[in-house]
T-cell receptor, first 116, second 115 residues
Framework: GAVVSQHPSRVICKSGTSVKIECRSL??????MFWYRQFPKQSLMLMAT?????????EQGVEKDKFLINHASLTLSTLTVTSAHPEDSSFYIC????????????FGPGTRLTVL | AQSVAQPEDQVNVAEGNPLTVKCTYS??????LFWYVQYPNRGLQFLLK??????LVKGSYGFEAEFNKSQTSFHLKKPSALVSDSALYFC?????????????FGQGTELSVKP
């Protein structure tokens, strides 16, 4: 149990386009999901906290208009990178908190974004 | 502010030898501590956590960690390393001051186990 999926696993796009990444909790409901960004061999940097039915809470320095987050249901949160540029290339990882459990975070497999 | 530090960027161990990956923390109040492992181009996998109770916590894949309050440490250990243990390891503390319990991660330690 407690599986989190991300789609796509890998995406390559042209500069200026927008990319949507989905995070799904497959077998549990998640009131809260987190979005992280990770550069090669570095730690995870929390970008935002996604709360079902309300606006996401962004960390300091993260542009909310650049990284749009929608948490429309208890099993799905989406991150849209708008007008992507090469510096947005990174590994994006989501995690979901089991609503009825011991609030442990379960991580998705990550999405590799490459902006040309 | 709550924080966690992993003082070693890389740890090298011979297969069959014991391994230790170090982690120290700084929190106000009782710490909620976690260890995760990450294989290349993959998400994080949960290894173990300390919330309360016994200081020695046993987790997945034969790993264990010892909570030491006086030294504010939570080192990850395994009695006999495997080549397949080679990966990136992250220590994390849960930010108990914020709703939703976001995790604060250490910088990661790359473990390399050689045959």
């Amino acid at each position: 149990g407690a599986v989190v999926s991300q789609h796509p696993s890998r995406v390559i796009c042209k500069s200026g386009t927008s990319v949507k990444i989905e995070c799904r909790s497959l077998d549990f409901q998640a009131t809260t999901m987190f979005w992280y960004r990770q550069f090669p061999k570095q730690s995870l940097m929390l970008m935002a906290t996604s709360n079902e039915g309300s606006k996401a809470t962004y960390e300091q320095g993260v542009e909310k208009d650049k990284f749009l987050i929608n948490h429309a249901s208890l099993t799905l949160s989406t991150l849209t990178v708008t007008s992507a540029h090469p510096e947005d290339s990174s590994f994006y990882i989501c995690s979901a908190v089991h609503s009825g459990g011991a609030d442990e975070q379960f991580f998705g497999p990550g999405t590799r974004l490459t902006v040309l | 502010a709550q924080s966690v530090a992993q003082p070693e960027d890389q740890v090298n161990v011979a297969e069959g030898n014991p391994l230790t990956v170090k982690c120290t923390y700084s929190v106000s109040g009782n710490p909620y501590l976690f260890w995760y492992v990450q294989y290349p181009n993959r998400g994080l996998q949960f290894l173990l956590k300390y919330i309360t109770g016994d200081n020695l916590v046993k987790g997945s894949y034969g790993f264990e960690a010892e909570f030491n309050k006086s030294q504010t440490s939570f080192h990850l250990k395994k009695p006999s390393a495997l080549v397949s243990d080679s990966a990136l390891y992250f220590c994390a503390v849960r930010d108990t001051h914020n709703q939703g319990g976001k995790l604060i991660f250490g910088q990661g330690t790359e473990l390399s186990v050689k045959p």
